[in-house]
């Protein structure tokens, strides 16, 4: 959870926003789709940069700062029944992180058109590791599917987008980069209930003062669970009395990633979704997440599954055209609102998603994608935002992040010129609102 807070949608894990509520906070890159929805997650907004001279002067200051603000912070930890000891042990040693700060600050503009995202999340590579992965731990992961009723396909998908099964867990002190974010951040509350959480974690005992490590925002493990989620969906699956998700031994991990997903309603043989081609004169009005039908309904709309039959006990599914009418097309399923839970984006959800298909042994996408198109740039999404708006096409807030209101006003631009209403953003669409 990468999130399990759903913080961003992880670069180096190609992956990485929290689903639910873990994985807030990785650098997560907008995504530039056809639903726009931006890979958005929970992170903090950028602040300016600091000069050289101000910072200088703000790190003289903050460390001073930091000691007064955690002898504050142990009293309020104190009154929320956090033992003493588990305070001294774990505050005593720790310091401002600068580091932690800095990537923080510099979360970039971090742009990716759908495809070169896919790319990266289901590359040859990351198939290849994973069918590893599922062979090496076969018993175990077998294990873990029977007992919850998730697919152990999914569950490594998650693992290999998270942390590329087990290769980059994070080796950062957690209390030591949420007590900086805490103090420093610009979510000083979120963290500050994140570094309670993970004091709570040191007193269960399930892992020591030394090895609570994990990402700079807090993310931990081989699934990367933020503190909250850890404590709340965490399971010890192989009964050693502890739920260990940073060992070498990913079995622990894995199956609280499957405790999750059952938790919000995974449905077991229910596909997250289904390559479909969409007939000539299709209604792209009916492209939209709160539109669903039953299969047997888009399949008289003309809607055709793709290399994998579907029928109605998959349950309803609305339709998902990343690109528009550009690129591929989706019917999903209520699975990959499960896995969104996991991490808001739609991307990532399309990444797991197409990922345990490639596991399983499934084919690629087999429509072709726009590649010649790029992603906007923040300042090109401000833009489009502003002359949308300015026609009377309201996008919503003016902030760069394309979501539901800003692609309903793109549609609504696209049907005042006659054009198929698909809500595709794209440099073309910004240069006919110039």
Same mark, same amino acid.
């Given at each position: 959870?990468?999130?399990?807070?759903?913080?961003?949608?992880?670069?180096?894990?190609m992956a990485t926003g929290a689903g639910a509520e873990h994985r807030d906070l990785k650098n997560e890159?907008?995504?530039?789709?056809?639903?726009?929805?931006?890979?958005?997650?929970?992170?903090?907004?950028?602040?300016?940069?600091?000069?050289?001279?101000?910072?200088?002067?703000?790190?003289?200051?903050?460390?001073?700062?930091?000691?007064?603000?955690?002898?504050?912070?142990?009293?309020?930890?104190?009154?929320?029944?956090?033992?003493?000891?588990?305070?001294?042990?774990?505050?005593?040693?720790?310091?401002?992180?600068?580091?932690?700060?800095?990537?923080? !600050? &510099?979360?970039?503009?971090? @742009?990716?058109? %759908?495809?070169?995202?896919?790319? $990266? #999340?289901?590359?040859q590579r990351r198939i290849q590791n994973g069918r590893e992965a599922l062979d090496r731990f076969a018993?175990?992961?077998?294990?873990?599917?029977?007992?919850?009723?998730?697919?152990?396909?999914?569950?490594?998908?998650?693992?290999?987008?998270?942390?590329?099964?087990?290769?980059?867990?994070?080796?950062?002190?957690?209390?030591?980069?949420?007590?900086?974010?805490?103090?420093?951040?610009?979510?000083?509350?979120?963290?500050?209930?994140?570094?309670?959480?993970?004091?709570?974690?040191? !007193? &269960?005992?399930?892992?020591? @003062?030394?090895? %609570?490590?994990?990402?700079?925002? $807090? #993310?931990?493990?081989?699934?990367?669970?933020?503190?909250?989620?850890?404590?709340?969906?965490?399971?010890?699956?192989?009964?050693?009395?502890?739920?260990?998700?940073?060992?070498?031994?990913?079995?622990?991990?894995?199956?609280?990633?499957?405790?999750?997903?059952?938790?919000?309603?995974?449905?077991?043989?229910?596909?997250?979704?289904?390559?479909?081609?969409?007939?000539?004169?299709?209604?792209?009005?009916?492209?939209?997440?709160?539109?669903?039908?039953?299969?047997?309904?888009?399949?008289?709309?003309?809607?055709?599954?793709?290399?994998?039959?579907?029928?109605?006990?998959?349950?309803? #599914?609305?339709?998902?055209?990343?690109?528009?009418?550009?690129?591929?097309?989706?019917?999903?399923?209520?699975?990959?609102?499960?896995?969104?839970?996991?991490?808001?984006?739609?991307?990532?959800?399309?990444?797991?998603?197409?990922?345990?298909?490639?596991?399983?042994?499934?084919?690629?996408?087999?429509?072709?994608?726009?590649?010649?198109?790029?992603?906007?740039?923040?300042?090109?999404?401000?833009?489009?935002?502003?002359?949308?708006?300015?026609?009377?096409?309201?996008?919503?807030?003016?902030?760069?992040?394309?979501?539901?209101?800003?692609?309903?006003?793109?549609?609504?631009?696209?049907?005042?010129?006659?054009?198929?209403?698909?809500?595709?953003?794209?440099?073309?669409?910004?240069?006919?609102?110039?």
């Amino acid at each position: 959870m990468r999130f399990f807070l759903g913080l961003t949608l992880s670069c180096a894990a190609m992956a990485t926003g929290a689903g639910a509520e873990h994985r807030d906070l990785k650098n997560e890159p907008v995504i530039n789709s056809s639903h726009h929805v931006s890979a958005i997650s929970l992170r903090p907004i950028l602040r300016p940069q600091p000069t050289a001279l101000t910072s200088a002067v703000h790190a003289t200051s903050t460390h001073s700062d930091f000691s007064h603000w955690l002898g504050k912070f142990r009293d309020r930890a104190i009154q929320l029944n956090i033992p003493a000891y588990i305070l001294d042990g774990a505050l005593s040693n720790i310091t401002y992180d600068t580091d932690v700060i800095a990537r923080d !600050q &510099n979360q970039s503009e971090f @742009t990716k058109t %759908i495809w070169e995202y896919l790319d $990266g #999340a289901v590359s040859q590579r990351r198939i290849q590791n994973g069918r590893e992965a599922l062979d090496r731990f076969a018993e175990n992961l077998t294990a873990i599917e029977n007992t919850y009723g998730v697919e152990k396909e999914v569950v490594v998908a998650i693992w290999g987008l998270e942390s590329a099964y087990g290769e980059f867990r994070g080796r950062k002190n957690v209390v030591q980069s949420l007590a900086t974010l805490s103090f420093d951040g610009r979510r000083g509350t979120f963290f500050e209930s994140q570094l309670i959480a993970a004091l709570r974690i040191l !007193q &269960n005992g399930d892992i020591g @003062t030394q090895d %609570i490590t994990g990402s700079w925002a $807090g #993310a931990m493990g081989h699934t990367q669970f933020m503190p909250t989620s850890f404590l709340e969906y965490a399971v010890d699956f192989n009964g050693d009395g502890k739920r260990d998700i940073w060992s070498d031994d990913p079995t622990d991990a894995l199956a609280s990633t499957a405790a999750y997903l059952k938790r919000f309603g995974w449905t077991q043989d229910q596909p997250w979704g289904v390559e479909v081609k969409l007939p000539a004169n299709f209604d792209f009005e009916l492209v939209n997440r709160n539109i669903t039908r039953l299969p047997s309904v888009w399949t008289e709309l003309g809607v055709r599954a793709i290399n994998r039959p579907v029928t109605d006990t998959f349950g309803p #599914a609305s339709l998902l055209t990343p690109a528009g009418r550009k690129g591929a097309a989706f019917m999903v399923f209520k699975n990959f609102n499960v896995i969104k839970r996991y991490n808001s984006a739609s991307a990532y959800v399309m990444g797991v998603g197409h990922l345990s298909d490639r596991l399983q042994g499934r084919p690629p996408i087999q429509a072709t994608w726009p590649r010649d198109d790029r992603a906007l740039k923040l300042s090109e999404r401000k833009e489009l935002q502003t002359r949308l708006a300015r026609r009377g096409f309201n996008p919503g807030e003016i902030d760069g992040m394309i979501g539901p209101m800003t692609t309903a006003a793109v549609k609504k631009y696209q049907n005042s010129l006659g054009l198929i209403p698909d809500g595709y953003i794209s440099l073309n669409l910004l240069k006919k609102l110039q």
